[in-house]
């Protein structure tokens, strides 16, 4: 996958708050938009699947998005999945992992166990769950992208080699590009998407102090 800095992309402020800042400001003032509007279209997105638009609007500064707010929006809705999902791996008797594939609006069990084939048929009935388990997973992805970008900063301010700054991006781009995860068992419940950008900047500085 190629990153594109075209003009409007906050790819091409990467570390300079103030020209991001701008650019956010420009866009905000002409496209007349809000927090709470750019709130509405990430929560319209993110429900009718429209994943990958709503990242662009939100790398363009189409949407004016606080992440720290989208980090938010996410713990608010993994603290209401966590107590859904304990009372769930008890009423199905989970001791071990069991690995969920998501897939547009379906939530795929892996195994063919009675257990998960029983939990199949739960996720496929309850709507409600369904619906949650998705949109957390995505704002997980959300979240990864955020740090990844708030890293490239960094990484750009200690002059990292343009190529290298790219590659780490790349790489912590599939996290939102590619399909989550959902992992539960009696011992709690994570998204796969969970830890992905730390993952990448560990193995920058291992990276790092291989070439020292």
């Known amino acids: ?41 990430l929560e319209s997105g993110l429900n009718k699947s429209q994943f990958e638009e ?9 949407i004016d998005i606080d992440l720290n707010l989208v980090g938010n929006y996410y713990q608010f809705n993994q603290q209401r999945l966590d107590r859904e999902i304990a009372q769930l791996v008890k009423d199905f008797d989970l001791s071990s992992d069991v690995t ?18 029983s939990l199949q048929q739960y996720f496929d009935k309850d709507k409600r769950l369904n619906a949650l388990v ?5 704002l997980s992805q959300f979240v990864e992208w955020g740090e990844a970008k708030k890293q490239a900063g960094e990484y750009k301010s200690q002059d990292m080699p343009e190529e290298q700054l ?19 068992s009696d011992r709690g419940s994570a998204f796969y998407s969970q830890g992905h950008t730390q993952f990448l900047i560990d193995k920058v500085s291992q990276n790092m102090q291989k070439t020292r």
């Open 54 to 62: 709503t990242l662009q609007l939100m790398e363009k500064g189409e």
């Open 1 to 41: 996958m190629e990153i594109d800095n075209k003009s409007l992309s906050l790819f091409n402020y990467i570390g300079d708050n103030n020209k991001s800042n701008d650019v956010l400001q420009t866009l905000a003032k002409s496209n007349n938009k809000d927090i709470g509007a750019g709130l509405d279209v």
């Open 100 to 117: 969920v594939i998501l897939q547009d609006a379906k939530l795929v069990v892996q195994g063919d166990t009675e257990n998960t084939q």
């Open 166 to 184: 790219l590659d780490f991006l790349k790489d912590a781009r599939l996290v939102v590009t590619q399909s989550n995860q959902f992992i539960l």
């Open 134 to 138: 998705q949109q957390t997973g995505k």
